[in-house]
């Protein structure tokens, strides 16, 4: 529970990553600035979710995280305590919203944000439901956008995973076709979403695309990093990355090599872009807000099947790192803050 001490500082419960590693992630009463800047509404976050860069950039192995002091968390679902003065948003005390942090902070239980980040969540979807759309599926939808496909057909790399599966059904709703890879264990779930699903450890699924596809799909979304998932595109087509893979221990060296590589391939073919949802966000706000509006439609018009929730309180935040690193098909870890 919050306690404002006095006009110009507050406490909150907060995961604040002083040392790098797992096993130091715990959450903490901190007392912070109450900020009274006229640019920033104050909001009592109550679920956030979890995903493999909370792990990465707590373990220290995250390109666009690496000075300790931070508070891990993209994205988030809470209520409005304060907005600025003459704040145009259209947003309201007591309101319930969503967003996306640009530079993370959301595994906290108050936090200082621009409206403009703010969106706000419809009262037909329960907010640990809400919690598990907005960073995963705006970078699927934000992917998808920029293979700039109005038909053909495309390979989601991990289409099980907790992008993949959201790609995969944008990519149907735009009347693509998916073709799509993943794991033996996520593989039903995949088959949910895709027209075709490989098993991305068998040596041969690359070929069998091709002789599926006729010479290649005309758009491919990776995870990975692979420069061998070029091989399963046709020539003019384009590969978008999200990710970039790498072993433990290698994931900053990974995403700054393949963020190169790719730049360097941006007019090759096939051509490639990055698809970074905090650079996005942070530069392109209204279409991101926009963007997240429309997911949260179409998952509350069951249009979109968003993962399973698995909520966790803000004091287990090791157990909550664990479970979203081994997460089943279909699952979100999701962060309470409120008490149960």
């Given at each position: ?5 006095n006009?110009?500082?507050l406490?909150?419960d ?7 590693g797992?096993?130091?992630?715990t959450?903490?009463?901190e007392r ?13 976050v ?14 220290g ?5 690496p ?19 003459g704040d145009?948003?259209?947003l309201h005390?007591g309101?319930?919203?969503?967003g ?9 239980s108050?936090?200082s ?7 706000p969540?419809p ?37 099980g995973?907790a992008?993949?599966a ?38 041969t ?7 599926a ?25 384009r ?18 090599a ?20 905090p650079?996005l966000v ?24 968003p993962p ?16 979203a690193t ?7 870890t999701?962060l ?5």
């Amino acid at each position: 529970m919050t306690c404002y001490l006095n006009d110009s500082t507050l406490d909150r419960d907060a995961v604040r990553v002083e040392r790098f590693g797992l096993a130091h992630a715990t959450a903490i009463r901190e007392r912070v600035a109450r900020k009274q800047s006229g640019r920033r509404a104050l909001v009592r976050v109550t679920h956030a979710s979890v995903g493999v860069t909370d792990a990465m950039a707590v373990r220290g192995d995250y390109l666009l995280q690496p000075v300790r002091g931070f508070v891990p968390g993209y994205d988030f679902v809470g209520v409005i305590e304060r907005l600025p003065a003459g704040d145009r948003s259209g947003l309201h005390v007591g309101q319930r919203v969503a967003g996306i942090l640009p530079r993370m902070g959301a595994h906290a239980s108050l936090i200082s944000v621009a409206p403009s980040l703010l969106v706000p969540v419809p009262d037909l979807l329960d907010s640990a439901t809400a919690a598990t759309i907005p960073l995963d599926a705006v970078t699927a939808l934000f992917a998808i956008d920029a293979l700039a496909m109005a038909s053909g057909t495309i390979l989601v790399q991990g289409a099980g995973g907790a992008v993949g599966a959201w790609a995969a059904q944008l990519a149907a709703a735009r009347g693509l076709t998916a073709y799509g890879t993943a794991s033996p264990r996520s593989h039903a779930y995949a088959e949910r979403f895709t027209d075709s699903v490989y098993d991305y450890d068998d040596p041969t699924w690359i070929d069998q695309i091709l002789d599926a596809t006729t010479g290649g799909v005309d758009g491919a979304i990776d995870h990975t990093g692979s420069r061998s998932v070029r091989r399963a595109v046709g020539a003019g087509g384009r590969v978008v990355r999200t990710a970039f893979g790498g072993a433990p221990g290698q994931g900053r060296i990974s995403t700054a090599a393949g963020f190169a590589a790719s730049t360097l391939r941006r007019y090759a073919r096939p051509g490639e872009r990055v698809c970074s949802v905090p650079i996005l966000v942070a530069t392109q706000r209204a279409r991101y807000r926009q963007a997240l509006t429309e997911l949260f439609t179409a998952v509350g018009n069951g249009t979109l099947v968003p993962p399973r929730p698995r909520i966790m309180p803000l004091v287990q935040y090791p157990d909550a790192l664990a479970s979203a690193t081994r997460a089943a098909p279909g699952e979100k870890t999701i962060l309470t803050t409120q008490e149960t």
